[in-house]
């Protein structure tokens, strides 16, 4: 069930589920993470969020996007690396011939912000598909961003990661739960989660395995604020700095269900080997 729980994260494909190849249309009504709970934000506050962008393989609408991601160098972006698989783009990376990363635009319907193209893709070469470790893949850019975009990353053992700090997670994803997907930005404010927590939500078999080196739990006991559909990749904040990438979990907003998201220090060596 843990490849079900990955494939769940696909779910940003749906509104353009007529633009998609056959293999991602079969995921499209998979329970995924969105931005469950939130509010809208100013592109312009938050300009190291961006979307991921083909409109060869998504369609028009909402600029093609169809997952999240953040500026962590002037010319380096990180997302989830489930999100440039073959099940998401129906091809190669490689084979995606408009494949862009959009800054600086808060309403997907518009034409503010920048599309930049992907001049290259770097899958971690140490993510496992079966368990969701090591979900990252980090994009090298055609041109550079001003410096004032990038987001810092969070190192081990900083103060960010520490259980009860409030942190913010961001996207474009379904805002419902049933394929109600945003067109503006959006942001819940949820909180960083003690590890044995996360482990008692997903102790494995058909829940999913947590695992504290590579991923990091946040959510609210209640439920109700989450990330969901078409926010996979998108960044968790906490204390200004990147700590985690929208990965995987069940359902959007479910009490005892709290997102899981790859811890950016455990893959941050990832991006340095890419010059980011």
């Known amino acids: 069930m843990v490849a079900a729980l990955i494939a769940a994260l696909l779910g940003p494909l749906a509104p353009q589920a007529a633009a998609l190849a056959p293999q991602a249309q079969a995921h499209d009504q998979d329970p995924d993470r969105a931005v469950i709970g939130g509010y809208p934000v100013r592109a312009a506050s938050h300009p190291w969020v ?33 999100c440039l698989s073959r099940n998401v783009l129906g091809v190669e990376p490689s084979q995606v011939r408009d494949l862009r990363v959009i800054t600086g635009r ?38 550079a961003v001003p ?26 994803g379904d805002t419902t739960g049933s394929g109600s997907y945003a067109t503006t930005l959006r942001a819940a404010r949820v909180k960083v989660m003690e590890d044995a927590v996360c482990a008692r939500a997903y102790p494995g078999s058909d829940k999913g395995t947590f695992d504290a080196a590579t991923m990091l739990c946040a959510g609210v006991e209640s439920g109700g604020r989450d990330a969901c559909q078409g926010d996979s990749g998108g960044p968790l904040i906490a204390s200004g700095k990147l700590v985690g990438l929208v990965s995987w979990g069940v359902g959007c907003g479910e009490r005892g269900r709290p997102g899981v998201y790859t811890r950016v220090s455990a893959v941050a060596h990832v991006v340095r080997a890419q010059g980011g």
């Open 106 to 143: 808060g309403d997907l319907s518009g034409t503010s912000g920048k599309e930049i193209p992907v001049a290259s893709v770097r899958v971690n070469p140490e993510y496992d598909s079966g368990t969701n470790k090591g979900d990252i893949a980090v994009l090298r850019l055609s041109s």
């Open 50 to 82: 961006v979307a991921l962008s083909s409109r060869d393989r998504f369609g028009s609408s909402r600029s093609g996007q169809f997952c999240g991601g953040a500026l962590v160098g002037p010319r380096t972006a990180v997302t989830a690396a489930h």
């Open 147 to 172: 410096q004032k975009s990038v987001i810092r990353m969070a190192e081990k053992n900083d103060p960010a990661y520490r259980a009860g700090t409030p942190a913010d997670v961001f996207g474009w």
